[in-house]
């Protein structure tokens, strides 16, 4: 049955779906909720509606002096994302985050598109620190009328995670699950589970998951050593109030490696597109599997708002993030599969070009029958590459009468300079000596390379993603 229209997206919040993951042995039968699919690609969704719903009910909206209001979020970044996406239709105009400096660059992006006045605050600030996101957001609230503090780590009243365990309860009717693990940053949504699930299914165990230098489920340490973990939306460096530690059945804490690397096995193997926190949460599973056969794991967070860490091959590696399985296919794929060959070994055939002063419509005559794409635009003086023509970017120009076929090469051709304006692009020099693992690297935002020598002085070939895919299957390093 499909889902009905409905007049905003908080009507699509919550019930997220349920699978059952397949990377595990056959004997242990992990189910996944499937948090990320919330309408903003978080839990933290659900928080956000139900925070808001309270602010209204207590303090509704009356006139125009009420749109003075604003949230000051102490956050990590998927609670400022949820609730600037939604507080527009709480009435509520201004949005200060405070975000750690661990905070993604895609996030602090998103949030800007949202309109959210953004703070950042170190990584190994302690709670009571004058510099910490709470001491800022008590201050800001002092200083801006009819401001509001939403601090997650506070929180007493956690219905909102009741109706996300009583979800689970009922999808999972007809397996006998024997444990929860739940990702922990304030603590809230453990705890509203655990309420939940000790008195629905008392024999269930509930599992916390943080970081390998996050606190909470430390027995004696009260502040955290060490606060630069990597993965995000996970863990704390104190204790929160709204973290009750005494309905949790035991700890498990997992490095910022395995965090990744489980998350990018899930994007890989599984097709969920899931964060990092996620991948910690089914890490912790993992390490677990000898004592719990049939565990939900919440995954929380969408890989959508890591595409600068999580996604990036070059960032995991550079940061010691990737797990021996998926560094040795990161290898394999960029540097050894091309055998320290060069473009030279391509054997491009000699190249086909234009000059500036040629018309247009030689120059589409020329790429129909030669059937290529492109055109190197060569100076009619020295013979330098000068530019490019598309086959694509001259019939879309003649389309809508920008250009005649009688116009010259050089007034509808990509010139290379050092600037990006207008019709410029700046030019990236390929040489037959350019490696292939270079060239496949320059084709991840590029449709063709022109070859040339050192000096850009003469045209020596185009090669295509195309001529390297074809020199792979030749030498079958595929």
Sequence with gaps: MLPPLTDSIIDRIGSTPMVRLQQFQPDIKVVAKLEYLNPTGS???????????????????????????????????????????????????????????????????????LGVEILRTPNEVRPEAPESAYSLATKLAEQIKNAIVVDETQLRDLTVYHELAKEIVEQTKSIEVDAIFVGVESGAMLTG???????????????????????????????????????????NTFIPQSLDKSIVDEWVKVSDQEAYSFARHLIRDEGILCGPSSGAVVAAASKKSNA???????????????????????????????????TRELQYISQDRYRA??????????????????????????????????????????????????????????????????????????????????????YQVITPDTSLAELAKFFEKNSFAVITDENRKWCLGVATKYDLISFLHRRQFL
């Design 292 to 326: 719990f056969k049939s565990p939900v794991v919440i995954l929380n967070d969408a890989a959508k708002n890591y595409t600068s860490t999580l996604l990036s091959d070059d960032w995991l590696l550079e940061n010691d993030l990737a797990d021996d399985l998926i």
């Design 193 to 235: 589970i655990a309420q939940y699930i000790k008195k629905a299914l008392p024999n269930v165990k509930i599992i916390g998951v943080e970081p390998n230098d996050s606190v909470m489920g430390n027995k004696e340490l009260n502040h955290a050593t060490r606060q630069d973990w990597k993965v995000e939306d996970l863990g």
């Design 341 to 426: 060959a060069s473009v030279e070994d391509l054997q491009l055939p000699a190249p086909v070009t234009i000059v500036p002063e040629y018309n247009i419509a030689y120059a589409i005559d020329l790429m129909l029958e030669r059937e290529y794409s492109q055109l190197p635009v060569l100076s009619r003086t020295n013979k330098k590459l000068v530019g490019y023509v598309s086959l694509n970017a001259l019939q879309d120009r003649l389309e809508r009468g920008l250009s005649k076929l009688t116009d010259t090469v050089e007034s509808a051709m990509y010139s290379f300079k050092k600037g990006t304006e207008g019709g410029s692009r700046k």
């Design 43 to 113: 839990a933290k969704d659900r928080l956000a509606k139900y925070l808001l719903d309270e602010y209204e009910r207590k303090n509704p909206f009356s006139d125009a002096s009420d749109k003075e209001r604003t949230l000051i979020i102490p956050t990590s970044g998927n609670l400022g994302i949820s609730l600037a996406s939604l507080a527009s239709k709480y009435h509520y105009y201004r949005i200060i985050a405070i975000l750690p400096e661990r905070t993604s660059s895609d996030r602090i992006a998103l949030l800007k598109t």
